[in-house]
Nanobody, 123 residues
Framework: QVQLVESGGGLVQNGGSLRLSCAAS????????MGWFRQAPGKEREFVAS????????YYADSVEDRFTISRDNAKNTVYLQMNSLKPEDTAVYYC????????????????WGQGTLVTVSS
């Protein structure tokens, strides 16, 4: 089973950009579909984006479509989330997630979670 470590969070102004990274340990990273979720204070964890094991298929929540891009580099055991045109409502802890055999688009399908990285968008 992989272990996941996120990085790249921080404070950014409204309209700014950030790129999150998620580094995975283990030799089986390429067998996992990967996803990003987020959880704002007082709210449930919600799906943001997912990518299949080979990187050929991606899926986004409506709220981030056309602003966020998920990608992966299996040679580096890393998945990325490029976030552009950030809004205050994007403020949340962002979690990297991994799943084998199921699309990582809902919480119940996730096998492995990262510890999370905080993204704060100021208005």
């Amino acid at each position: 089973q992989v272990q996941l470590v996120e990085s790249g969070g921080g404070l950014v102004q409204n309209g700014g950009s950030l790129r999150l990274s998620c580094a995975a340990s283990g030799r089986t990273f390429s067998s996992y579909a990967m996803g990003w979720f987020r959880q704002a204070p007082g709210k449930e964890r919600e799906f943001v984006a997912s990518i299949n094991w080979g990187g050929s298929s991606t899926y986004y929540a409506d709220s981030v479509e056309d602003r966020f891009t998920i990608s992966r580099d299996n040679a580096k055991n890393t998945v990325y989330l490029q976030m552009n045109s950030l809004k205050p409502e994007d403020t949340a802890v962002y979690y990297c997630a991994a799943s084998r055999g199921r699309i990582p688009s809902v919480v119940r399908n996730i096998e492995v979670w990262g510890q999370g990285t905080l993204v704060t968008v100021s208005s």
